[in-house]
């Protein structure tokens, strides 16, 4: 079946240090991916999506490049924030779907500490 | 634009007692989702509706989870009785519509925390 595997949290940095969240997938065909990040108290947000093989998604810092040799959407962050802080979803559509339905990893945390 | 609202946010009761919950999606979008946030686990979507009508409920205990969206705008979702393991997030969202060449961006309200002892 379709899935998304995060790695296990949580990731604690230092501010300014490199960010990286795993992420594989398995599903038939080539879906397309998300990442999403839920701040403490608020919805999910889309932070960044890739709909095709070595497609590159980014914004507000961060990007991920979608990988079928290694079925990875790899979230990375060059500097981290404090306001980083948050849990990220990755998480996939399968290909040809008419619903447009989201499976989701398990949610990584990330804390940045000052 | 005003974004997904939900309400409660927080709700406590005890098992087998009845819980509701509602959802006004972004103006104008067709397509409306309930998914269930497990604790340590990511949204697991429930039912989603096409304006009134449900697309996929695969996922829905329908023996004791129900959902409606009668006029095509808000909808409400409803436990009863509830379970232990019902304790979880849930989530609403919508979008402009579902599915088809290009995937249409999800927006998510804040959702609504349930806790059954």
């Known amino acids: 079946g379709n899935s998304v595997t995060q790695m296990e949290g949580p990731v604690t940095l230092s501010e300014e240090a490199f960010l990286t969240i795993n992420c594989t997938y398995t599903?038939?065909?080539?879906?397309?991916l998300f990442w999403y990040v839920q701040y403490p108290g608020e919805g999910l947000q889309l932070l960044l999506k890739a709909t095709k093989a070595d497609d590159k998604g980014s914004n507000k810092g961060f990007e991920a490049t979608y990988r079928k040799e290694t079925t990875s959407f790899h979230l990375e962050k060059g500097s981290v924030q404090v306001s980083d802080s948050a849990v990220y979803f990755c998480a996939l559509v399968r290909p040809s779907s008419n619903t447009g339905k989201l499976i989701f990893g398990q949610g990584t945390t990330l804390q940045v500490k000052p | 634009e005003a974004g997904v609202a939900q309400s409660p946010r927080y709700k406590i009761i005890e098992k087998r007692q009845s819980v509701a919950f509602w959802c006004n999606p972004i103006?104008?979008?067709?397509?409306l989702y309930w998914y269930q946030q497990i604790l340590g686990q990511g949204p697991k979507l429930l039912i989603q509706f096409q304006n009134n009508g449900v697309v996929d409920d695969s996922q829905l205990p329908k023996d004791r989870f129900s959902a409606e969206r009668l006029k095509g705008v808000d909808s409400t979702l409803k436990i009863q009785p509830a379970k232990l393991e019902d304790s979880a997030v849930y989530l609403c969202a919508s979008s402009h519509r579902s599915g088809g060449a290009s995937y249409n961006e999800q927006f998510f309200g804040p959702g609504t925390r349930l806790t059954v002892l």
């Open positions: 599903a038939t065909g080539y879906p397309s």
């Open positions: 103006s104008g979008h067709a397509t």
